[in-house]
């Protein structure tokens, strides 16, 4: 007797196992996933729609309105909004149907502020906005890093910045984390307004300016040290004073004061200002508890206009959120108007609760 399986014997029978034997006409599928990318089994999806409801609820009584963008933007359109990191880390192919360049979207904020300065630019401000999609970004395969990102994210849209709207979507990110009963979280506040302003009041090349922001973002004290010696030069004393101090200013309100005393010009003093009244208000509402200020903070520094911040929870290193106002955006789409807002990444907010 002939089948398409192997023969073996149970308690004397011979039986038949039904797996057919690959023949060399059968291709060999592999069945994986692309890197970065993965499925959620019954329980983490579970989690998922828990952190949606709770977070989008919290948004929802403060006013904020959901909105849905495509998957797809033609490039030139999306790449009116990307940040400079953000371009090399675009998914893009040829639309047949169209010959023009379609990229999967690498961030909602662009989208937002295209859909407002076009469907929505008749509506009264300020406009509130929030969103829960995912989107796809670039990352080298042993990078280790996901490609496809769930953000839950919320937009604020005034006629001026103001602190009361940094303070407003601030406290929404707050509420939203006390909603998900995370213990131990904080809100780290900086200002992009600071270190510009101190980097654009030196003499020197840009390039000679970048090696200072950099060794300020990586807060390496001693390659700061060495890039200031080699353009001892060019700066004056004072200057290496202040760039020095700047990796230092992370913690409560009392950094404010050691700020100002390196604050060389006007955007320098606005920025503190600003951020020094941001948390009178959360202090105000009892929100300062939960505030730490970061004047060395450089995320999105030719992005972001002013305030920038990041959410983080006790045994994951990784940000939970990030945010902050990127005013210029908005007249990029030729829509004058000030803006400001923060993603929570899903995965990480999910890794955040398992380490409570």
């Given at each position: 007797m002939k089948m398409g399986g192997r023969k073996w014997e149970?308690?004397?029978?011979?039986?038949?196992?039904?797996?057919?034997?690959?023949?060399?006409?059968?291709?060999?599928?592999?069945?994986?996933?692309?890197?970065?990318?993965?499925?959620?089994?019954?329980?983490?999806?579970?989690?998922?729609?828990n952190i949606e409801k709770t977070i989008?609820?919290?948004?929802?009584?403060?006013?904020?309105?959901?909105v849905i963008t495509p998957f797809l933007e033609y490039l030139d359109v999306l790449s009116i909004g990307l940040g400079a990191d953000l371009r090399?880390?675009?998914?893009?192919?040829?639309?047949?149907?169209?010959?023009?360049?379609?990229?999967?979207?690498?961030?909602?904020t662009p989208q937002i502020a295209r859909v407002i300065a076009t469907r929505m630019r008749d509506y009264k401000l300020p406009l509130k906005v929030c969103y829960n999609e995912k989107i796809f970004r670039y990352q080298e395969p042993r990078s280790g890093r996901p490609r496809e990102i769930q953000q839950i994210g919320a937009e604020l849209i005034t006629k001026k910045s103001s602190p009361d709207a940094d303070a407003e979507i601030i406290i929404i990110a707050i509420d939203s984390l006390k909603?998900?009963?995370?213990?131990?979280?904080k809100i780290d506040i900086g200002d992009a307004g600071f270190v510009k302003g101190i980097l654009e009041s030196l003499t020197l090349h840009n390039e000679e300016k970048a090696a200072i922001k950099d060794a300020i973002a990586l807060k390496d004290g001693s390659a700061l040290?060495?890039?200031?010696?080699?353009?001892?030069?060019?700066?004056?004393?004072?200057?290496?004073?202040?760039?020095k101090l700047i990796p230092s200013l992370f913690g409560?309100?009392?950094?404010?004061?050691k700020a100002l005393s390196i604050a060389l010009n006007r955007q320098t003093k606005t920025a503190i200002e600003n951020l020094s009244r941001i948390l009178k208000i959360l202090s105000t509402k009892g929100f300062k508890k939960f505030i730490t200020l970061d004047l060395a903070e450089m995320r999105g520094f030719d992005y972001y206009t002013g305030i920038i911040f990041e959410g983080f929870a006790r045994g994951i290193?990784?940000?939970?959120?990030?945010?902050?106002?990127?005013?210029s955006l908005m007249q990029k789409y030729d829509y004058p108007y000030a803006a400001i807002g923060f993603a929570f990444d899903v995965e990480n907010v999910i890794a955040a609760m398992a380490a409570m």
């Open positions: 149970v308690g004397g029978r011979k039986r038949f196992s039904h797996t057919p034997h690959p023949t060399p006409h059968t291709p060999v599928v592999n069945i994986s996933l692309p890197p970065g990318v993965k499925d959620s089994l019954p329980d983490e999806a579970s989690k998922i729609e989008l609820s919290v948004m929802e009584r403060g006013g904020f309105k959901r090399d880390k675009v998914f893009k192919f040829i639309d047949p149907a169209t010959g023009r360049v379609v990229a999967i979207r690498p961030d909602i909603g998900l009963r995370l213990k131990d979280f040290e060495a890039i200031l010696n080699s353009l001892s030069n060019k700066l004056s004393d004072k200057d290496k004073k202040a760039i409560g309100e009392e950094i404010l004061e290193g990784k940000a939970i959120m990030t945010g902050g106002r990127y005013d």
